[in-house]
């Protein structure tokens, strides 16, 4: 033996693989295991699937009761036939995982808080933020609802033993790519994170009371009175989902403003809020959603239709699907993560969402006898502090473990240990509808089997959160919409601020009565529709929040459109979903034409103003136009502004867009157009307007130099992996459409899923989704429906008997299930 | 002859390991030293063979994988790495860092050996 170069050749051997086998640190990230992820045994190369792939095989699972087929069209959409509910659900479970397994367990992990235990401490303070909210705790509550219901419980303990199954089976040299990148495995499923999934939605889609701390801020910066300019109560030119004029009922609920709501409340200016969510849900998380009745259409009967806007992610949030039993068949877009199909249709109905928009998500101030927060002064006594033990594992540390202080009021969110900037030594609780137990899963299990209004009114009834506007549509007629959600009765301005904590004089003081939640059926203007808009005008009898929750546009126009249709065909309704027209853009362009004055401007402003005077106001991609106004309009609102906020210095909000433009609708002496920081001047929108133009022409000017004044090069629309790895998401898409449009395709957020449906007697269905069936980024299938979607194109979609399955041509696969 | 011999067990052990899930990716670093224990050669010849052994069977599976697959992961990979977006340099890396790995077990396993 040669000792000397056989050490150092064992060594360096050993060095090499320990190399190979460790995640180097790389700008930030970590690489992954490199020796095992380029093994073409273990690693990446197992993921990269042929692309001629066949589907078929007959699979033994564990625990089925009947056994069931499924059959993969061209898309590889399933259609699963099943032979009773548990078995659905069990092969729904096990599809799901098969393939969006990393995804459907990556979101439950962001849910619950546990990001560092995959990615290190970078993600500790997300993690912190999704504890202190209390996502834990609120999905161990709705969970308790769901298992106390025989239905659900059947449904979720099926849907988790169908992915337990898959898991279990699952040869860990096969596992998804995401696991080998990051360096982790697949652990079991369980209920609760069925649960996760679902408050994660709930998270997402009632984000409007994190602005709450922010717009404390705001007021105490502005007082009062300038803070209501800023932020009026209502818009003018509303049109809410239930039409103006219609009479309401006086309250059910009586609520009672408290007596020192000016002094301690509206007026009190003195407090300073640093504490900032680290994560704001998009504001734009919203959604069309309308049914026309059959007298406007051409077949005589009813279309429903609906695209939710939310982020455009790869894998998508959306699994294409068909669950057929003997006693119903219903087709739609299912969440992998979840049993049953929250949007879809079924033989006799369709239904749909669109987000309420409404503040369910309060803040209190706690006063805490002292710093270690064992007691809390309420109603004239301490009250003993309980404390929820929060565990966040951290990869390569030790655990951070977070003691949740529960109040009467709920988890305190921010105090000095969390957001380092809240040096004030305050604590804010936090009040969130999601808290409380509510079984959201029911309303989709019902809704998927529901054969007429009465049985979507049933079906709906038990949703609280988060609220949401449930279009409905039958092929006996009948359309209905519905804003339902456990919705706190407010008087005016509750919750729009952090409230005082102290006694229960600020706490909510009752629910509204689902009966008294907006709602419409079969009107005569034959069609209902919903685009998060405010849902009623003044004359509803409860607070419904901030008017700034509520985007005003894509209502105007979509009602506005829908009125004037007739004859109506489902390839008009993909028309109108797919539609660039700026219904604020049509508004603005006249006021801001008219304070400008064209002899004060170069020729290059010229130039730029004649293609914004000569734009068509669609935001289709080649519109140098919709890029100018854009532009423009943020130069203009930007010169409003921002001399008011200059001294500002926590975070604050900003007024609405639409704010601006009303108040230059109403009045071209608009009070914040003077710039406060020029004392020898008073400025007037004449003077804001050529400024902005001035400031916009640079912007213009280097935009076209660069080839990105046309509007779909500009707004450069993608859809990103989860992890924002570019090299997995689909960049630079050639779409339009753009905030307060119809095609609301903003540059990573727009319709995640878009939906037309015609409840003829043999329904026909058309939908896309910005994705592919596959989550596999290896997968033929991993992102086939993007330029479809992009072209706004449709599928036809396959709803398919049983025994039709076994022989359409556009069948591909063929998977037997049977229990073994 | 040897030297064929040695390659062809490497890859062929390396290959049946790799069939295991349980089995770690660097067993194929064991079955390199184990043949070099086994097939005695020169220092420069093992390296030599454990390294094609390996260099030839990752690269001719991934090789194979990509073909099946036309390039849609590879090339995906080549982005996240960051290897300039070109599937053959992936497979390319990938050979050259299973080459590598034997190739040195390999040589420890000749030295081990030599009188």
Redesign the interface.
């Known amino acids: 033996?040669?000792i000397v170069?056989?050490i150092i050749?064992?060594t360096?051997?050993t060095a090499?693989?320990i190399t190979?086998?460790t995640q180097l640190p790389v700008g930030g990230s970590k690489?992954p295991r490199?020796?095992?992820f380029?093994?073409?045994?273990?690693?990446?190369?197992k993921?990269?699937?042929?692309?001629?792939i066949s589907f078929d095989e007959d699979i033994k699972l564990h625990g089925l009761k009947a056994g069931a087929e499924v059959y993969f069209d061209d898309r590889l959409v399933p259609h699963v036939y099943a032979e009773n509910d548990y078995d659905a659900y069990f092969i729904q479970g096990y599809l799901h995982a098969k393939f969006r397994l990393w995804q459907m367990e990556f979101e439950t992990y962001v849910a619950a808080g546990r990001l560092s235990e995959i990615v290190g401490d970078s993600r500790l303070n997300t993690d912190k933020y999704f504890r202190r909210l209390g996502m834990v705790y609120a999905a161990e509550n709705s969970l308790k609802a769901a298992e106390a219901n025989a239905d659900t419980k059947n449904a979720l303990d099926a849907y988790t033993a169908g992915v337990n199954n898959y898991i279990n089976n699952l040869?860990?040299?096969d596992i998804p790519?995401e696991y080998k990148?990051l360096d982790y495995k697949p652990e079991a499923w369980t209920n609760l994170k069925t649960a996760l999934f679902l408050k994660f939605m709930s998270f997402d889609l009632s984000g409007q009371g994190d602005a709450d701390l922010g717009m404390t801020n705001t007021k105490n910066f502005f007082g009062w009175d300038t803070y209501k300019k800023l932020f009026p109560a209502v818009a003018d030119s509303l049109d809410p989902i239930i039409p103006k004029g219609t009479v309401f009922e006086k309250a059910g609920t009586t609520v009672s403003t408290p007596k020192n709501i000016d002094s301690l409340y509206l007026n009190n200016t003195n407090d300073v809020i640093a504490a900032i969510p680290p994560i704001i849900p998009d504001k734009d998380n919203g959604s069309n959603n309308w049914a026309v009745a059959g007298s406007k259409t051409k077949s005589g009967k009813p279309i429903l239709c609906n695209d939710p806007h939310l982020g455009l992610n790869l894998p998508s949030l959306w699994f294409e699907m068909q669950i057929t039993t003997p006693t119903y068949s219903v087709y739609g877009a299912s969440f992998p993560g979840t049993p049953a199909i929250p949007i879809g249709f079924n033989d006799s109905c369709a239904w749909g969402e669109t987000n309420a928009g409404r503040d369910v998500k309060d803040f209190y101030e706690i006063k805490f006898k002292d710093s270690t927060m064992q007691e809390y002064w309420f109603n004239n006594a301490w009250i003993k502090t309980q404390f929820r033990r929060e565990v966040i594992k951290v990869k390569g540390k030790p655990d951070d473990v977070e003691m949740l202080a529960m109040t009467i009021f709920g988890p305190v969110m921010y105090d000095k240990k969390f957001q380092s900037n809240n040096k004030d030594g305050k604590y804010y609780a936090v009040r969130w509808t999601a808290h409380d137990a509510s079984n959201e899963l029911l309303t989709f299990y019902k809704l998927n089997r529901s054969k007429n209004y009465l049985d979507y009114v049933e079906a709906i009834s038990t949703f609280e959160c988060p609220g949401q506007n449930f279009v409905f549509a039958c092929n006996n007629g009948d359309i209905a919409i519905r804003q339902q959600g456990k919705f706190p009765a407010k008087w005016k301005r509750q919750g729009d601020f952090v409230m005082p904590g102290t006694d229960s004089s600020y706490m909510w003081q009752g629910f509204i009565d689902i009966k008294e939640n907006p709602q419409m059926s079969n009107p005569a203007r034959g069609f209902v529709s919903s685009a998060n808009q405010m849902p009623v005008d003044s004359t509803y009898p409860y607070y419904l929040g901030r008017n700034g929750n509520f985007p005003l546009y894509r209502g105007i126009e979509i009602n506005k459109r829908l009125s004037s249709m007739n004859n109506i065909t489902p390839t008009d309704m993909e028309e109108l979903q797919i539609d660039n027209y700026n219904v604020f853009a049509a508004t603005a362009k006249p006021v801001l034409l008219k304070y400008i004055d064209e002899n004060k401007l170069n020729d290059k402003e010229k130039k730029y103003l004649n293609i914004f005077k000569s734009w068509n106001l669609r935001a289709d991609i080649n519109e140098q136009g919709s890029t100018i106004f854009k532009i423009l309009w943020d130069s203009v609102y930007a010169e409003v502004y921002a001399d008011d906020y200059s001294k500002a210095k926590q975070p604050m909000y900003w007024p609405e867009h639409s704010t601006l433009l009303e108040a230059l609708l109403r009045d071209s002496n608009y009070v914040f157009a003077d710039n406060i920081l020029t004392t020898d001047k008073v400025e007037t929108m004449h003077d804001v307007v050529l400024t902005a133009l001035q400031k916009a022409t640079k912007t213009f000017a280097d935009l076209e130099k660069n080839n990105k004044l046309a509007w779909g090069k500009y707004k450069d629309t993608r859809v990103n992996h989860l992890l924002k790895?570019?090299?997995?998401s689909r960049l630079h898409l050639p779409i339009g459409g753009g905030e307060n449009i119809i095609n609301a395709t903003k540059s990573e957020h727009g319709p995640s899923w878009r939906m037309v449906v015609q409840l003829t007697d043999k329904v026909e269905a058309y939908a896309v989704y910005p994705g592919g069936q596959s989550g596999n980024?290896?997968?033929?299938y991993?992102d086939t429906f993007i330029d479809t979607w992009a072209a706004g194109k449709y599928y036809t979609l396959l709803f398919l008997k049983k025994q039709e399955a076994r022989h359409n041509n556009r069948i591909k696969w063929h998977i037997t299930f049977i229990n073994g | 002859m040897k030297f064929f011999t040695a390659i062809l067990l490497t890859a062929l052990l390396s290959?049946a390991f790799?069939?295991f899930?349980?089995i770690?990716?660097?067993s194929c670093?064991l079955c390199s030293?184990l043949v070099a224990l086994s097939v005695h050669q020169k220092?420069s010849k093992a390296f030599l063979s454990g390294f094609l052994a390996l260099f030839l069977?990752?690269g001719i599976?991934?090789l194979i994988?990509?073909f099946?697959?036309?390039h849609?992961?590879?090339t995906?990979?080549?982005?996240?790495?960051?290897l300039g977006?070109s599937a053959y340099v992936v497979i390319l890396?990938?050979a050259i860092?299973?080459g590598?790995?034997a190739g040195?077990?390999a040589?420890?396993g000749s030295?081990?050996?030599?009188?």
Request: glycine share 8%.
């Open positions: 033996m040669k170069p056989a050749s064992a360096l051997t090499l693989i190979l086998n690489t490199l020796g095992y380029l093994s073409p045994q273990k690693g990446f190369w993921n990269a699937e042929p692309t001629d040869n860990e040299n790519l990148l790895l570019p090299a997995l980024p290896g997968s033929k991993y | 290959f790799g069939l899930s349980i770690p990716w660097w670093a030293l220092p069977l990752w599976m991934a994988i990509d099946r697959n036309e849609i992961l590879a995906k990979i080549a982005g996240v790495l960051p977006g890396v990938t860092v299973g590598l790995v040195l077990a040589l420890t030295y081990l050996r030599k009188k």
